[in-house]
């Protein structure tokens, strides 16, 4: 019941309504409900209704993500990944990572196919890491959709195809990705997978630099940690 009153609370959208929602939400956690250990992890984490303390988002995503919860092992996973509140741990990452997928996360497949990439806690892989982005893409992961772009524009873990490459950055594109609306441009200039075409060249490039200067929004359904894109 508090951790009803506390969500009703957050997802009214009103920050007035975050202190209020925050005081339910231990309410419930000390009563051991473990949902609520994970969204006080967030609430730490982005700053509702409290300032940002990484180390308490940490502490209670950890306790969520002992007790199974796919999202909360999916960002005790990136912390370690980033050394957020902790000392980056790429190994620690990658069994978090692992966890999280297998209890179902998309978000965590992504993640951990640039583990893979970039030997990170794991040794290199680039075949292992193009399939966990499709299965991540499939699953409809925006970053995941991107990557794949990336992956058949330069042939990585998969023979070079810039048609799919074309395919995939308008998919990204098309939900908000700065980087994937900028690529099109690229193709779309040079006529790479697609015909050559400076007008529509022209229209990504304004939409990629409109949604970096904030001016083009897309909701996303998950909030999620922005994270690997490097």
């Known amino acids: 019941m508090l951790f009803g009153k506390a969500k009703r609370l957050y997802q009214s959208h009103e920050t007035r309504n975050y202190r209020r929602g925050l005081q339910l939400l231990k309410q419930a956690a000390g009563l051991g409900f473990v949902l609520a250990q994970e969204w006080l992890g967030a609430v730490y984490d982005y700053g509702l209704g ?30 370690f990944h980033d050394g957020i509140a902790v000392r980056r741990d790429y190994r620690s990452a990658v069994t978090w990572l692992r966890r999280a997928v297998k209890h179902g996360d998309g978000t965590a497949l992504h993640v951990l196919a640039q583990c893979y990439f970039y030997g990170r806690g794991v040794l290199k892989n680039e075949n292992t890491a193009f399939r966990l982005e499709m ?37 990204a594109a098309r939900r908000g990705h700065a980087d994937a609306a900028h690529n099109l441009g690229v193709l779309y200039e040079h ?18 630099e409109k949604v970096i200067q904030g001016e083009l929004i897309f909701q996303e359904p998950v909030l999620r940690k922005k994270s690997i894109r490097r």
């Open 191 to 208: 006529g790479r997978g697609v015909k050559r075409n400076k007008r529509k060249a022209e229209h990504w490039y304004e939409r990629a």
């Open 135 to 171: 299965k991540s893409a499939s699953r409809g992961e925006l970053e995941a959709q991107f990557s794949l772009g990336v992956c058949y524009s330069q042939g990585r873990g998969v023979r070079a195809d810039p048609r799919l490459a074309f395919r995939w950055y308008l998919t």
């Open 50 to 79: 409290t300032r940002p303390d990484r180390r308490l988002a940490f502490k209670y995503y950890k306790i969520a993500a002992e007790a199974g919860l796919p999202n909360a092992e999916y960002h005790v996973g990136v912390f």
